[in-house]
Nanobody, 125 residues
Framework: QVQLVESGGGLVQAGGSLRLSCLASTLVYRSYAMGWFRQAPGKEREFAAAISWSGGSTYYAESVKGRFTISRDYAKNMVYLQMNSLKPEDTAVYYC??????????????????WGQGTQVTVSS
C-alpha cells in the first residue's frame, strides 16, 4: 500500500524555521519524484518545491526560493522541506506528494499520483 505521512508542522513566529518530514513507503520512494505543495485557506493548492527521483535536481516556487530547501534521505525513505525565514504568507497546510515519470511539469499538482494527509504550518506576525 502506498503511503505518504507528513510531520513537523506547527506554529512559529515570522523569521523562524521549521522542518517538514515525509515518510514514504518503499514502493513509492525509490522510483518517484517527490514534491511539496501547500494550500492556504480560501486559495488553490500551489507548488512549493520538488526533487527528482534521483535527487539530482530540485525545483522551487519563486515565492520560496532561497528560503526553503528540499532534500531526500534514501536510507530512511524520507523527504524533507527545511523552511527558513518564514513569513505569515507561508501559513498553509503542506502536502507531500509523489509522481512517477520525468521532471517535465513537476510543478503541476495534477501530475502527482499519491498524496499525504497534510500538516499545518502557521506563521504568526
Amino acid at each position: 500500500q502506498v503511503q505518504l505521512v507528513e510531520s513537523g508542522g506547527g506554529l512559529v513566529q515570522a523569521g523562524g524555521s521549521l522542518r517538514l518530514s515525509c515518510l514514504a513507503s518503499t514502493l513509492v520512494y525509490r522510483s518517484y519524484a517527490m514534491g511539496w505543495f501547500r494550500q492556504a485557506p480560501g486559495k488553490e493548492r500551489e507548488f512549493a518545491a520538488a526533487i527528482s527521483w534521483s535527487g539530482g535536481s530540485t525545483y522551487y516556487a519563486e515565492s520560496v526560493k532561497g528560503r526553503f530547501t528540499i532534500s531526500r534521505d534514501y536510507a530512511k525513505n524520507m523527504v524533507y522541506l527545511q523552511m527558513n525565514s518564514l513569513k505569515p504568507e507561508d501559513t498553509a497546510v503542506y502536502y507531500c506528494a509523489a509522481r512517477l515519470g520525468n521532471d517535465v511539469g513537476i510543478a503541476n499538482s495534477a501530475a502527482y499520483n499519491y498524496w499525504g494527509q497534510g500538516t499545518q504550518v502557521t506563521v504568526s506576525s
